[in-house]
T-cell receptor, first 109, second 115 residues
Framework: GQNIDQPTEMTATEGAIVQINCTYQ??????LFWYQQHAGEAPTFLSY??LDGLEEKGRFSSFLSRSKGYSYLLLKELQMKDSASYLC??????????WGAGTKLIIKP | IAGITQAPTSQILAAGRRMTLRCTQD?????MYWYRQDLGLGLRLIHY???????GKGEVPDGYSVSRANTDDFPLTLASAVPSQTSVYFC??????????????FGEGSRLTVL
């Protein structure tokens, strides 16, 4: 079966750095995506990795290792507005997105 | 209209009733999707459409139907609602002609409660 695993909840301090991990087992791989979802709102696209390595976009970076079936989202200089759920999704061989249950990130002052 | 619009945003429905959730996009995206999101579970794909005139079944299609008469509209119908269909429903679209076809644009969601 296909499976995406990510921690249910994480807590971090404003101004700090946090790493949210995602491991996956899917039938085929056509890219890994991270989305941010604030409570009561729609998910919004954050990043896309298809090759191994680090993709940086401002305070957010995403890393992929295809051989390990592993990705992480790194958030630097945390702000209160970063409190949200972060969803990991993998595009499988049929070009369908398989979604993790999401990691709820709580930022404390 | 800018992006994707869903209606209604919230609805309480009696079991057995028929309900259509509307979704309209103005980005000329060829692909559209309907997901449901339940607490503790990831987004689950109900139905999708890769282009106008075609539809496909996702992970949890039972009890739902869709149509794609044109590029912009992708309504989701519950023929006879049941309490297990209580959920938040998200419509999404993507430009699958681009490399990152997984970059989805979501509507604001429709919160449906079936009693």
């Amino acid at each position: 079966g296909q499976n995406i695993d990510q921690p249910t909840e994480m807590t971090a301090t404003e101004g700090a750095i946090v790493q949210i991990n995602c491991t996956y087992q899917t039938s085929g791989f056509n890219g890994l995506f991270w989305y941010q979802q604030h409570a009561g709102e729609a998910p919004t696209f954050l990043s896309y990795n298809v090759l191994d390595g680090l993709e940086e976009k401002g305070r957010f970076s995403s890393f992929l290792s295809r051989s390990k079936g592993y990705s992480y989202l790194l958030l630097k200089e945390l702000q209160m507005k970063d409190s949200a759920s972060y969803l990991c999704a993998v595009m499988d061989s049929n070009y369908q997105l398989i979604w993790g249950a999401g990691t709820k990130l709580i930022i404390k002052p | 209209i800018a992006g994707i619009t869903q209606a209604p945003t919230s609805q309480i429905l009696a079991a057995g009733r028929r309900m259509t959730l509307r979704c309209t996009q103005d980005m000329r995206h060829n692909a559209m999707y309907w997901y449901r999101q339940d607490l503790g579970l990831g987004l689950r794909l109900i139905h999708y459409s890769n282009t106008a005139g075609t539809t496909g079944k996702g992970e949890v299609p039972d009890g739902y139907s869709v149509s794609r008469a044109n590029t912009d509209d992708f309504p989701l119908t519950l023929a006879s609602a049941v309490p297990s269909q209580t959920s938040v429903y998200f419509c999404a679209s993507s430009d699958s002609s681009r490399g990152s076809a997984g970059e989805l644009f979501f509507g604001e969601g429709s919160r449906l409660t079936v009693l």
